[in-house]
């Protein structure tokens, strides 16, 4: 084939519908496929955490919320007489709680990769990666974060641990509830974020005899933290 | 090692006789089906959540190219650049004037079954360009020159003692059977090569009409990584992977990993909309999506066969056939094995090749029954039979001696006298022949074509006296067990 293709697939799709028009039915009644969060929703989410291989924390203070942050890098530094290194999103939720300065006064080496040189590189060095959750699914612990200029798609892929807040705001029920958090991911132009993340658990495989490992290319060790509280204080 | 198409039946008694390929596809068998069972069990409605995703599916055919004309300007106005590729030939050049403009030296892959069809890395290699594959068993494949033999678990056909050697051979580290520290090994090698490499391929689940995006499923993070640390992000994809909306997205996204590897949702699901924008440190900087057809508006073109293009690539018809069980996907001798793989090969590749592959089907029925989309592929396997033998458009035109047995065979199927002395005929042959060699299954001192035809068939035994003799005596004694029985009521 030469020439056109472009041109070319479309006549041979139009030929081949055109021949023989297939039937296009209609989305079946859109009953629940998940059924809706209890009034406390989360006992559930810790379930669904901990049944993909993560960790579920609940905290009901920013103070709380600090001194968690600071007991998990504690626990997961590379070596016992070097500070544990983490990298931060830039992003208002972590203002609220004051993470950067909390971890740095408790002892931790922190970075915000953006404002790095080579943000990947600084990113891979650390021994965990610190989040904030546009959506998290309840039924299925799955953590929902987008790529923006202050939240590296790197921070939750590259450290081998991933720590992401979630507020209590932002639990969905599940699958079906995620296209609509998607939409209003959107800009004015109805662009989406470049990169839309779904995380449930640490990274894993199964290539070798269907024997589950966790921690392959993405972290070994996933913590998804559950706010119980109002962070921004209104 | 090298796949031999046409050849199902010698490459299967290969399979069959390996013992430890044997025992690797038992335990995946029953592990996998397990697995599905599990995560489907726990879902909602079973067979609502398949109804929506085949409606999906069905609803993206008729539309198909209303879709892609939407998806091309969405994807161009998020600032990505679209190719088209009508051929295997055409997706190749079109990845190669990528990375050669851009003096691309390393390439990172994530698994794409894509990819495979369109013989990609031996033509990237060709052009003296690195290509690392980076998912843990597509790695493992690569290292051992083998093409997958699955399309979600490629080395499911290797043993942790088979990757152990391997790894020692190819890697020159210390051997170990343990799994984690295999994977570790994998983790260790690719880390530095996914930092350092120009351009990073991937295939695509989905792509999303409405707003421009693809949509990425895996484990182990190796797709993600190719998409966040490369400057540049190729991905290809069959043309019948277009969606309309995110509504889609999730009827396909309920079912896939659930059917795939018994999973409620993988560890990761990515959703990509173009390059990375402006002040953002990490993804792409240009982003290219190749849509390929390469058989695929001919299939569409087939009021039968276009529910093929509904395959999701779960692997669930493989995982729960026994056939694929019992023979691995390397026998099918292309890229698709099992099932779908029977049905796809023959449609894709024409020119009469896989056409003995729709016959090395039990019919059983478990594949269309596991199907997240409904394909029917009892139904699509019989179709092809009857195309191989019946369609000169397929060229799998019956061998002379096959065509004369046939026409025998309904000869005397219409003529009950000579049927009756053909199968006289043949009892008194057998009456001869049998202790000679009939014990072994197999008639004696057939001409060469006929013989090849009875090699792989026992003949039914004839009963010593046929049911014409019986009938005269067997008539009496059911009407009088008739009689009897109405006498009781």
Partial sequence: MTGNHRQWIFDRLAEALKAAPPAAPERPEPRPLSPDPADDPWPGLEAAVREVAGEFHLVKSAEEALELAAQLCDRHRAAP????????????????????????????????????????????????GFTGADAVLADSGCVVVRARSATPRSVSLLPPVHVAFVNRRDLIAGLDSLPGTIKAMADEQGLLPSGIHLITGPSRTADIELVLILGVHGPKTVHVVGLDFDPSGD | MELKLDNFRENTAQAVGDELLQANLTRFGRLSQGKRAASMARLYDVELARDRAQAVKDRSLADLPGLLKRLESNVIAAGGQVHWAADDAEARRIVLDIARERQVRSVVKGKSMTAEEIGLNPALEAAGIEVNETDLGEYII??????????????IHLSRGQVADLFTRELGVERTEDEEELTNIARVQLRARFLAADMGITGANMAVADTGSIVLIENEGNIRFSTTAPPVHVAIMGLEKVVADLDDVVDILNLLPRCGAGQTLSAYASIITGPRREGESDGPGEFHLVILDNGRSRILADPVQRQALRCIRCGACMNHCPVYLASGGHAYGWVYPGPIGSVLTANYLRQGHGLDLPFASTLCGRCAEVCPVKIDLPQLLLDLRRKATEEPAWLGRPGPVEKLGTGVW????????????????????????????????????????????????TMPDLARRPFSKLWPMLKPELDAAANRAGGRR
Avoid: M, Y
Avoid at chain 1, 101 to 124: C, F
Avoid at chain 2, 142 to 155: E, G, K, T, V, Y
């Fill in chain 2, 410 to 457: 309904s000869w005397l199927n219409i003529h009950p006298t000579a049927l009756r002395a053909a199968a006289g005929l043949a009892r008194a042959g057998r009456s001869l022949a049998g202790p000679l060699a009939l014990a072994g299954g197999r008639p004696p001192l057939l001409p060469r074509g006929l013989a090849r035809w009875a090699r792989r068939r």
């Fill in chain 2, 142 to 155: 690569q290292l051992a020159h083998q093409p997958p033999s699955h399309i979600i678990a490629p080395a």
């Fill in chain 1, 81 to 128: 007489d070097t500070a544990p290194r983490a990298a931060l999103w830039d992003c208002p939720l972590f203002d609220d709680l004051g993470l950067d300065r909390g971890l740095t006064e408790r002892g931790v080496a922190t970075i915000l990769p953006h404002l790095s040189e080579d943000a990947k590189a600084a990113t891979a060095a650390c021994d965990l």
